[in-house]
């Protein structure tokens, strides 16, 4: 199966293209057939994802998975949230939003530093789909005084894993794949339209 993954992050890019490399799928990222981004305008994870994906559908007339993914933070009411990507502002990058983070956190302290990465992974047919697969996936984890480690992205050098005592950025890639979010949602999603397509219900 032919299909675009809607999203012109390189970080999200390499790790669906990992995680998909056991299918028989041929993901093309959409910044190999057009420029233009999608508008964020939606309020919530799964609208934004929705979003990315239709638009990605409209423009290459192919099946398209979109994601939206963010960390929420228990002490911040539940921010960045949807805002993760530009925390810092609109032309943030991934250190400076840690930064921002940190500074915002500097004095909640050990034990109150609870957070989650959310991913919202949709799959449409074509740009008027009625029925996307919607999947869901969250990972849990506490928010470091300190960046650690050199893989990963995003705000991965400062979300720790308790159960596997270290931060994402210091996970093998391998072993992220089983745990994050996306890894999470993007198994859901697989299953889903397996599913489907068994039962007749999905051709594509």
């Not at 996307?132 to 400062?158: C, Q, T």
């Not at 489907?196 to 594509?204: I, R, S, T, Y």
Request: net charge negative; proline share 6%; with cysteine.
């Amino acid at each position: 199966m032919k299909v675009v993954f809607a999203s012109g992050n390189a970080g999200k890019v390499r790790e669906v293209g990992e995680m998909l490399a056991p299918f028989d799928w041929t993901v093309i990222p959409q910044t190999d057939l057009f420029d233009d981004e999608a508008d964020e305008t939606g309020l919530t994870f799964v609208e934004n994802a929705l979003l990315k994906a239709r638009h990605a559908c409209m423009r290459t007339g192919l099946p398209a998975i979109g994601d939206d993914s963010g960390l929420e933070v228990a002490a911040l009411g539940g921010a960045p949230g949807i805002y993760s990507s530009r925390f810092a502002g609109p032309e943030a990058t991934d250190s400076s939003n840690i930064d921002k983070l940190l500074a915002e956190l500097a004095d909640v302290p050990a034990g109150e530093r609870q957070a989650s990465f959310y991913c919202a992974m949709v799959f449409l047919r074509h740009a008027e789909d009625p029925t996307p697969v919607i999947a869901l996936g969250r990972w849990n984890g506490e928010i470091l005084e300190a960046p650690r480690g050199e893989g990963g992205f995003g705000y991965d050098p400062v979300f720790y894993v308790p159960a596997e005592g270290c931060s994402a950025a210091e996970l093998p890639p391998e072993r992220k794949h089983q745990l994050s979010h996306r890894a999470q949602a993007l198994h859901s999603l697989v299953e889903q339209i397996r599913t489907l397509q068994q039962q007749g219900l999905l051709k594509v």
